[in-house]
């Protein structure tokens, strides 16, 4: 599955659950919402909620789309030694 695919996936997927798009050099992008976002054919285009900032970022640059809990990346689990 495409980048472009995977992201259309979740911008679907209901009900609707966060996400974070994140670039190959270490930026991310919460999606808290939908209807910001924007999946064209080699970018995307992010609105950040209530203001008027917004970001195009080219899916070639996305190397990841991971799922959050209530605007936060879930916390990673510590090994026990």
Known sequence: MSM???IRQMLHHDPF???RVVTSSGESYTIPNPDLV???KSEIFIAQPNSDHHSFVPLLQVTAVETVTNGRKPARRKRRG
């Open 38 to 40: 924007a999946v064209m």
């Open 17 to 19: 659950q966060p996400f």
């Open 4 to 6: 472009q695919e995977r």
